[in-house]
Nanobody, 126 residues
């Protein structure tokens, strides 16, 4: 069993930065791929970024490529999402999720993720 807790959200002006953290409990988290998703008001949840279990590879949605960076520290059971050059359209609730390695590559498929956090809210003002 893996439990995920996101933190680091808040209110920031356009052009600013935030770093989200996803802290995991459970001895097996380091063996899971991890993804970040977001859900803007009135919209469906969308994939943002993903990182392979050992940090060897990352993938990003086109909308955040070049602005967001995902990383992980398996010694701390934590995955990060560094968000720079934030835009008002980045406003959303951000979720992290753990994906069994067997589903590697299916980053945007929500059903491939076994565990989800409760989300952290990011508001970007113009």
């Amino acid at each position: 069993q893996v439990q995920l807790v996101e933190s680091g959200g808040g209110l920031v002006q356009a052009g600013g930065s935030l770093r989200l953290s996803c802290a995991a409990s459970g001895p097996t988290f380091s063996s899971y791929n991890t993804g970040w998703f977001r859900q803007a008001p009135g919209k469906g949840r969308e994939f943002v970024a993903g990182i392979i279990w050992n940090g060897a590879g990352t993938v990003y949605a086109d909308s955040v490529k070049g602005r967001f960076t995902i990383s992980r520290d398996n010694a701390k059971n934590t995955v990060y999402l560094q968000m720079n050059s934030l835009k008002p359209e980045d406003t959303a609730v951000y979720y992290c999720a753990a994906q069994n390695r067997a589903f590697g590559g299916r980053w945007s498929s929500e059903s491939s993720y076994a565990y989800w956090g409760q989300g952290t809210r990011v508001n970007v003002s113009s």
